[in-house]
């Protein structure tokens, strides 16, 4: 049976980032998740890196200055899939008074040090292009400075960091039961092939998400100590509203505020809403009252209206929010706790948490129980780019000129994707290729054998919903049958590779 200093148990942004930051320190780290990395919460953010202008409202100070604070690092860290973005809100002098916002975008701008991003800056919507979409009512706004991440590929990176450091990550894989013998966990896994393995662990850090508290009391047979609540929040995608690239923040009737973002180049994203939620968190979906909500709160501000027809897609994710005992969903806190049991074998759960603040939960958690491990490494992640985010000033756009140049044959867009994508990693992508017959065949329209084989062996993809939807946003872009063809092409490739687990193919993640 195989000793790890640290089981991970979850695979979304804070158990990848966790078992980065743990072997990075050079502890053995295993981390099992019961279904596709990023495969819930973590795919279906809002997808921002933002220090949450609303949370100063709420008087979240010290939340809001770590975000801010992340914001510069993750910048710089994945500047391939994490990316400057300016917001534009339109004042409603019906809601928050002019002098408030002021106030909170100085507050905004000065809590912590800004290196990437300009500062706030009033506009007069008769000049500036954000204008135009809106409704003639709106005269004024302001414009400030958060940014953009493709999340599920965020979460990916992570895992793929943790295995190049030794980790072992193993997705489609459930702990299904784990007791304490001493100074050890005894885990028991279980594949998706119905296979089970034994394992044990010096520590386990319980980052199961929405699964947090029944993980806990089904599995680890242990009391929570805190009390998480589950909020759905939800989004629409709709053909483009406007043809520029900043984004909106509108304020609307309820307190409430929504994002609409540019998003993936022909579309619009609306979101969120904060619903309650009391279901299977594995089994959320938008409901009809929530997409009317985005549509009515869209069409206050914009001069194209939409209603449920125009509705593309929709996403909803269950955020579990450290109870706090507010009085609605909104203001529940985005801030996270760690509550360490550190009995002879210690185990950390982790409550709450947002994805900018990830990497400091990450370097939190690892600070909590690598003494406990005999281990006293200092923390490492603050500077280190994540994979494919080593370019040269963190400059995408500079490297993207430099990749037209190196590889002139490759079309456009396919370049531009592969470079939002994979960064520098787009080198391993391509490997000795010189043409783009010798990518492969052509799967789906702009999607090459080269690409999907990259990603399964790479990146744990197993199923056309995890290219198409979470290593990618290729499905918005596709013929319908995209799925079930790729669904073909990823049954014969693994046929042909003789796979047993996908662990096997990422560098440093044998199994012992």
């Given at each position: 049976m195989k000793l790890y200093d640290l089981m991970v148990i979850g695979g979304g942004i804070n158990g990848t980032g966790i078992a980065r930051d743990a072997a990075g320190r050079g502890l053995s780290v295993l981390l099992c998740e019961k279904d596709d990395l990023a495969s819930h919460t973590s795919s279906a953010s809002t997808k921002l890196i933002h220090g949450g202008l609303r949370y100063l409202e709420y008087y979240e100070f010290g939340l809001v200055r770590k975000a801010l604070q992340e914001r510069e690092v993750l910048l710089k860290a994945a500047p391939h899939i994490i990316w400057p973005l300016r917001f534009v809100m339109p004042h409603d002098s019906s809601q928050r008074p002019e002098w408030m916002i002021r106030c909170g975008l100085f507050l905004y701008d000065h809590l912590a040090r800004r290196e990437v991003l300009?500062?706030?800056?009033?506009?007069?919507?008769?000049?500036?292009?954000?204008?135009a979409p809106l409704q003639a009512?709106?005269?004024?706004?302001?414009?400030?400075?958060?940014g953009w991440v493709q999340d599920a590929r965020l979460v990916v990176l992570n895992a793929m960091a943790a295995a190049e450091h030794g980790a072992r990550i193993v997705t489609r894989t459930a702990c299904v039961a784990a007791r304490r013998e001493g100074e050890r966990w005894i885990c028991t896994l279980q594949h998706s092939d119905g296979q089970r393995e034994q394992v044990a662990a010096r520590a386990?850090?319980?980052?199961?998400g929405p699964w947090v508290e029944s993980l806990l009391k089904d599995t680890l047979q242990l009391p929570s100590p805190k009390s998480i609540r589950l909020v759905k929040g939800s989004h629409i995608v709709v053909n483009k509203l406007f043809d520029h690239p900043y984004a909106y923040i509108f304020q609307n009737p309820d307190k409430r505020i929504i994002f609409a973002i540019p998003y993936e180049n022909d579309f619009t994203l609306i979101g969120t809403t904060d619903v309650e939620y009391h279901g299977d968190p594995g089994a959320v979906a938008i409901d009809a009252d929530e997409v009317d909500y985005l549509c009515r709160m869209s069409n206050r501000y914009f001069n194209s209206q939409i209603g449920p027809d125009?509705?593309?897609?929709?996403?909803?994710?269950?955020?579990?929010l450290l109870d706090d005992e507010a009085s609605n969903a909104s203001s529940v806190t985005r801030d996270y706790a760690l509550e360490l049991d550190d009995g002879a074998a210690p185990m950390l759960s982790v409550f709450g948490g947002k994805i900018t603040t990830y990497r400091k939960l990450a370097e939190e958690a690892v600070d909590r129980l690598a003494p406990l491990l005999g281990n006293g490494k200092p923390t490492w992640t603050a500077g280190v780019p994540l994979p494919g985010g080593d370019m040269p000033n963190a400059d995408a756009a500079a490297f993207l000129a430099a990749s037209a140049q190196r590889y002139p044959w490759l079309p456009t867009a396919v370049l531009q994707r592969y470079v939002k994508s994979y960064g520098t990693r787009l080198a391993t992508l391509i490997g000795s290729a010189s043409k783009l017959a010798e990518l492969g065949a052509e799967i789906l329209p702009g999607v090459y054998e080269a690409e999907l084989s990259y990603l399964v062996d790479h990146e744990w993809a197993l199923s056309a919903e995890d290219i198409l939807w979470r290593r990618s946003k290729l499905r918005l872009h596709l013929p319908a049958d995209a799925g079930a063809i790729l669904d073909g092409w990823l049954a014969q490739y693994r046929a042909g590779a003789g796979l047993r687990q996908p662990e096997l193919l990422v560098a440093g993640s044998q199994p012992g």
């Open positions: 300009p500062g706030s800056e009033t506009i007069s919507f008769a000049s500036h292009p954000s204008g009512a709106f005269k004024r706004g302001f414009v400030y400075s958060d386990v850090v319980n980052a199961a125009d509705v593309l897609s929709t996403y909803s994710g269950v955020r579990p």
